[in-house]
């Protein structure tokens, strides 16, 4: 997540595996904890069909990936490292 305002906000995107694809600067809605993703099309997503749901009580993503593959993934929240560490 590089912005995000309560509702709307800015996300870069990576997936690797057997389909490659990053999309940087995606818009993304967050309503009643379904995320959104306006974006993702034209870069290189659109062969992927998910879904992104936020728990706030566990300060988590869920991605649900259901083409190409059927999985589900759960992104734990992580502070961001301070300005020049890796």
Do not use: H
Not at 2 to 18: H, I, P
Not at 26 to 48: R, V
């Amino acid at each position: 997540v590089v912005s995000y305002d309560g509702k709307v906000g800015t996300v870069n995107l990576k997936a690797e595996g057997s389909q490659n694809a990053q999309c940087d600067g995606a818009q993304f809605e967050n309503q009643d904890n379904a995320i959104t993703i306006e974006n993702d099309k034209g870069c290189g997503l659109s062969k992927y069909d998910y879904t992104v749901r936020y728990c706030p009580d566990q300060d988590s993503l869920i991605v649900n990936l259901v083409k190409p593959f059927n999985v589900r993934m759960v992104l734990n929240s992580k502070s961001c490292p301070a300005a020049g560490e890796v």
